[in-house]
């Protein structure tokens, strides 16, 4: 048989997904356990999650610290001995703070799960938080920190979200050295006792889990004592800044950071999925009109993207690329005049074709582990969302037409409304 390479290969479009269902329980504290449970392979992950982000605190980046020194000393062990305990069964600890939520994740064989589950339980309610680990800890930090301020990307940023919504915002806030420096291991247990220790947590288990793995954990987790009631958020969202650009300079740098962008919705917005579908026209693929313009057209620039980013209370687009400082104007002004064309002229049928069977097969590649498919349902769970709303997910993709996505162009991406930072120079 010869093959005709001059003829693309037949394909057949993704129209639809179906997942695992998710289980939900009650533990007898109340607490909610939900599970995925999938039995390919004997390994699981558990997710304690809290309300804990940078929402709740009182003190800048105490979230962050409350959370990781959670592993760094119990009243019974050392930081060693939990690193050795945690090494002996195999597993993996990961412990982590966002503007939202703070979790503690474990990856384990499902086999091992009786021998983890005693200390995740010590680390949640005896951790001690020893000044010489808290000091190793911060001194760390800082050291990333200060690597990370000398790079353009990293800073523009931090700049980036810091002017869209505030320096004090728990969706602008980021870690800085002089805060971080004056931090005190008070202030970080105060924020553990008052937003983690007896708190109400989520948890969400998926893998190998059975009847047996629910019992387990309701023996250790479901007999924890709970304290009840809700803990109010200490900020509230901040009205827009003013959307003068910024110019950060650096006489020293050959390039230039850009980052483009504005202050969004979250998922439950009715205009989500039109955003999304707008964005990834735009800048959201590797065959996208910015690449093809700024990079394959142009070649200022290695990769320029654009993204959707959803939180509980809020959102943000953002474009984001670096090129040489010669070019940045002029990327710049490339990057409206697509956004202009995408106002001014429909999407072609085939284009938008082809860009929602690249969100629907991306969709479905992100689904190949019990642990993705948890990632992608812990949205629902946590942020309120339909039950529907995966299962929905590729219809309302395709169900995105050229005329919204030019409306959805015209009322959110406006010049006037574009936040404009560049990092390097001009």
């Not at 690193?83 to 091992?112: H, N, Q």
């Not at 806030?173 to 971080?180: E, K, T, V």
């Not at 654009?306 to 990327?331: A, H, M």
């Amino acid at each position: 048989m010869i093959i005709d390479r001059t003829q693309s290969p037949a394909y057949q479009s993704i129209q639809e997904v179906r997942l695992p269902t998710v289980q939900t329980q009650t533990l007898e504290n109340g607490l909610l356990l939900h599970t995925v449970a999938i039995q390919q392979q004997p390994v699981l992950r558990l997710e304690c999650i809290f309300d804990a982000g940078t929402w709740f605190e009182t003190t800048t980046n105490t979230a962050f610290f409350a959370m990781k020194m959670l592993a760094e000393g119990t009243q019974r062990l050392t930081s060693s001995q939990i690193s050795e305990y945690i090494d002996r069964y195999g597993a993996f600890l990961e412990l982590s703070s966002g503007p939202d939520r703070a979790s503690l994740v474990v990856y384990c064989l499902t086999k091992f799960l009786p021998n983890v589950l005693p200390l995740i339980r010590e680390l949640l309610t005896e951790p001690v938080f020893p000044e010489k680990e808290l000091e190793d800890l911060r001194n760390i930090t800082l050291q990333n920190l200060r690597v990370n301020y000398e790079k353009n990307a990293y800073l523009a940023g931090v700049l980036f979200r810091e002017k869209l919504f505030g320096f004090d915002h728990p969706y602008g806030r980021s870690q800085r050295p002089d805060i971080i420096e004056q931090l005190s291991r008070d202030e970080i247990v105060d924020f553990y006792e008052r937003v983690i220790r007896n708190r109400p947590f989520q948890i969400l288990v998926a893998g190998q889990v059975t009847e047996n793995e629910s019992i387990l954990i309701n023996k250790e987790l479901g007999q924890l004592s709970i304290r009840g009631g809700e803990i109010a958020p200490t900020h509230v969202i901040s009205l827009a800044s003013d959307q003068q650009p910024v110019l950060f300079e650096k006489s020293t740098s050959i390039q230039s950071s850009i980052r483009v962008g504005r202050r969004l919705f979250t998922r439950q917005h009715p205009d989500f999925f039109p955003m999304l579908v707008t964005n990834e026209v735009l800048g959201g693929y590797f065959g996208s009109r910015l690449m093809k313009n700024i990079r394959e057209e142009k070649g200022f620039t290695y990769g320029i993207s654009s993204n959707v980013v959803s939180f509980r209370r809020e959102g943000y687009f953002l474009i984001g690329t670096d090129v040489n400082k010669e070019n940045t104007q002029q990327t710049l002004d490339e990057i409206r005049k697509e956004i202009r064309l995408l106002q001014t002229e429909l999407v072609t049928t085939e284009e938008l074709e082809t860009v929602k069977n690249f969100m629907a097969g991306e969709f479905v590649g992100s689904l190949n582990t019990p642990f993705e498919i948890a990632d992608r349902y812990k949205v629902i769970l946590l942020d309120g969302l339909p039950a529907d709303f995966l299962t929905n997910y590729i219809a309302n993709l395709r169900a995105v037409t050229p005329e919204q996505i030019q409306a959805t162009t015209n009322q959110y991406l406006t010049d006037e409304d574009l936040l404009e930072v560049v990092v390097g120079g001009k």
